[in-house]
């Protein structure tokens, strides 16, 4: 269908807003801090996926591949909330040690990526994540030595709709 540019925008915020006002109850950062871990799946659902931490445990939800949030939530011991984190900032990344890092801390703290790629200079996977800078959309490229030891961390624009060439 072919659309004129204007009509383009205004469906896309039209739609964009729908999808937040769809999202509001199962928003991750207004869960209330000594919530049960019933309380919170009550609220968001189940987790994408959960960590095992040496004080208790994290759940983690991300909206990787389409969206560019995860959050981990944290339960001490009693399993209550004791701490909220959404992790997609480029200022969390970039406490990314590389050399150190491993596949593992990886997966406990972005989770599972939105893509995983490879490229003929580099030996190893590259797991490539959506996250917003500011207001602009971008990627961060995790690139992963064969032994799963994080190598690099770059950023790339996200190409947007209109940045294709027809």
């Known amino acids: 269908m072919n659309l004129a540019p204007g009509m383009r925008y205004r469906l896309l915020a039209l739609a964009s807003g729908l999808v937040l006002l769809a999202g509001c109850a199962g928003m991750p950062e207004r869960v209330p801090p000594g919530s049960t871990r019933a309380q919170i799946e009550e609220r968001l659902g189940r987790p994408t ?75 190893g996977d590259i797991w490539t994540y959506r996250v917003i800078d500011h207001v602009w959309q971008r990627r961060v490229h995790i690139h992963l030595s064969p032994a799963g030891v994080v190598q690099k961390v ?8 209109d940045d294709r060439t027809p």
Do not use: C, K
């Open 49 to 123: 996926a959960e960590h095992r931490l040496p004080d208790g445990t994290r759940l983690q939800y991300s909206r990787q591949p389409a969206g560019a949030q995860v959050y981990n939530l944290d339960l001490g011991p009693d399993g209550r909330l004791r701490r909220l984190e959404q992790v997609m900032d480029v200022a969390w990344l970039e406490r990314i040690e590389v050399g150190r890092w491993t596949r593992d801390d990886v997966l406990l703290h972005l989770g599972r990526p939105a893509w995983v790629e490879q490229v003929a200079r580099f030996d």
């Open 154 to 161: 770059m950023y790339s624009d996200e190409p947007m709709p």
